[in-house]
């Protein structure tokens, strides 16, 4: 009887073990290339099946990884990223993301639904994040939204060795509604609730302060920002300025308008606009197989 029940017990436990096993090697999509990638560092031509946390570094042509949840990435020559089921952490290069998000330099990149989207690393930490269709979001470490992108526009972002305790510097319109002032930003099309300061409706200004940790703000607003100083820069608003934001954050007037030529700071993030997107053939979420755009300046990585 007891041997029987040790036989029982090793049964129990090698089925258990190999349910483990399978759940951890199970796949997540698989990688298509038109020449030889890497594996987790082992070489392999044509399709590949990718697992998750599998490194995937291409060479002279670009790699497509459809995902099993639907999502996709497409990974420019000399790129190399790290894939899971929701995200991959983008390491050397660029990446074009649809459905799914993308974490490069301390940066977390979200194209959600239909949405999609570029992501480039430069020097000096420089990531050059492009919008293709539908609304991109970008947050830091600490998840803070630091940029909103529409679709056809591009921001070059770079953390500062200040980190989230540095000043943050935005410059748009204030808007009024139910007894609470929004600003969004111009560059980063970033809508947040202020607090301290006051702050004229109407005026196109530039305030400075930090976000308010763990606060809640009121809706269009993803954070609370506490302002400490106040400056004019270029006399009233044009009409509808800030409007957007009072309406219930579609767009921000001046960064829907392709104003984003200033720069913002925003949580220990540069923010600077880059050129702009040529949209073209990715207008519907299905092209992503087909030719990939770039941002018009030629910056944006080169898929083959």
């Known amino acids: 009887m007891r041997l029987l029940n040790s036989k029982v017990v090793l049964a129990c436990a090698f089925a258990s073990s190999f349910g483990l096993l399978s759940a951890a090697t199970s796949s997540i999509g698989v990688a298509m290339s038109e020449g030889s990638i890497l594996i987790n560092n082992s070489m392999s031509a044509g399709n590949a099946t990718v697992f998750e946390g599998s490194t995937i570094e291409t060479q002279s042509a670009f790699s497509q990884v459809r995902l099993n949840g639907g999502a996709q990435l497409r990974l420019a020559s000399d790129s190399r990223g790290m894939v899971f089921t929701d995200h991959v952490n983008l390491e050397r290069g660029t990446a074009r ?40 979001h970008v947050f830091n470490a600490a998840g803070i939204n630091v940029a909103n992108l529409l679709p056809g526009r591009a921001l070059d972002l770079q953390p500062q060795d200040a980190g989230a305790s540095a000043a943050s510097s935005l410059t748009g319109c204030a808007v009024r509604s139910g007894g609470n002032t929004f600003f969004t930003d111009d560059t980063s099309n970033v809508t947040a609730q202020l607090r301290g300061s006051n702050v004229r409706a109407g005026r196109h200004v530039q305030i400075t302060g930090a976000p308010v940790p763990n606060a809640t ?88």
């Open 97 to 136: 993301i649809a459905g799914y998000s993308a974490n490069a330099s301390g940066l977390n990149i979200r194209a959600d639904g239909s949405a999609s989207a570029t992501i480039s690393m430069r020097d000096q930490g420089v990531v050059q994040i492009a919008a293709l269709t539908g609304s991109v």
């Open 217 to 304: 703000p009121a809706s269009p607003a993803t954070q609370v920002f506490n302002v400490t100083s106040v400056k004019d820069v270029s006399g009233a608003c044009k009409p509808g300025a800030g409007g957007a934001a009072a309406a219930g954050g579609a767009a921000a007037g001046g960064a829907a308008a392709g104003v984003g030529i200033s720069t913002a700071a925003i949580a220990g993030i540069a923010v600077a606009g880059a050129a702009a997107v040529a949209v073209g053939a990715a207008a519907g979420a299905g092209a992503f197989s087909t030719s990939t755009p770039s941002v018009s300046s030629g910056r944006s990585g080169a898929f083959n």
